[in-house]
């Protein structure tokens, strides 16, 4: 397969949805890590589209667009893994999953990422350690991005009528819990779209405290350490 190339943030939830679908499916890819100032890395885009990451250049064309994304490479790529489910009500939940992933979990997850002083902070190093920030970006990063990651977390909890972030979170956790039951996946007995999607959005706070508090639900835990095993023994070696 011509080379397939990840337009990304280290720290972008919806890039690592991309990343879990890429890895499942066994596609090799190399990431390109755009500057979140400028994004002069990012292609030309189709007109219209929002410069945003994730953008996947494959195929020759560049995707836009998590959700798009991860529809494009389970109907054009097929390496013996779905990720939808040939059964009309079961495709609708894993779909219905994904959304709520985009809608609702990706919002709730800032929130305790930034939510206090202590939490900014770290999110502030991890971010300057992670992202293509030059050297006085990077520096304003770990001086100013506290604050305004803790403005931002306030804005979304206000904006969603929430107070408590971690409260929030916890509900969120035991969505996905309800969602998984006594089954292994959130669908049911295989993994599909829903699970690639929660996986995914997961992954991306492995750096940060909240992480633990989400391995320590043990059903969640085997459910994430199911999901990672496949993602690993799925991965192609990274594209060079
Ligand atoms: N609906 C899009 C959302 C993508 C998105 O919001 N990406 C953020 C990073 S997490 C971004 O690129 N923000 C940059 C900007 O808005 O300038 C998807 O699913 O990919």
């Known amino acids: 397969m011509a080379p397939v190339t990840l337009y990304q943030f280290e ?48 195929h020759g064309e560049f995707i836009a667009d998590s959700t798009t994304i ?9 390496t013996g893994m779905r990720f939808l489910p040939t059964e009309p009500e079961l495709a609708a939940k894993a779909e219905a999953i994904e959304q709520w992933v985009d809608d609702e979990l990706i919002m709730a997850l800032p929130t305790v990422i930034y939510g206090s002083w202590r ?9 300057a350690r ?11 990063v770990r001086a100013g991005g506290p604050l305004i990651m803790h403005q931002i977390s306030k804005r979304i909890l206000k904006k969603n009528g929430r107070s408590d972030g971690h409260r929030w979170v916890q509900d969120n956790l035991d969505t996905v819990e309800a969602w998984l039951g006594d089954a292994d996946f959130v669908t049911g007995p295989t993994l ?11 992954s ?6 909240i992480f633990a508090k989400i391995l320590a639900r043990p059903r969640l835990a085997a459910w994430f350490q199911r999901v990672q095993s496949l993602r690993d023994a799925n991965a192609a070696p990274a594209a060079s």
């Open 130 to 140: 992670t992202s293509n920030f030059g050297f006085f970006q990077n520096l304003g």
């Open 11 to 58: 720290l972008c939830p919806f890039c690592h949805k991309v990343k879990a679908g890429l890895e499942l499916k066994g596609i090799p890819f190399s990431k390109v890590e755009v500057n979140p100032m400028g994004k002069k890395e990012l292609p030309e885009l189709p007109a219209g589209s929002p410069r945003k990451v994730p953008v996947l250049q494959i």
């Open 119 to 127: 939490e900014a902070l770290t999110a502030a190093q991890v971010t």
């Open 192 to 202: 599909t779209l829903g699970d690639v999607a929660v996986h995914g959005a997961l």
């Open 70 to 78: 991860l529809s494009y490479l389970d109907k054009r790529i097929d």
């Open 204 to 209: 991306c706070v492995r750096d940060f405290p």
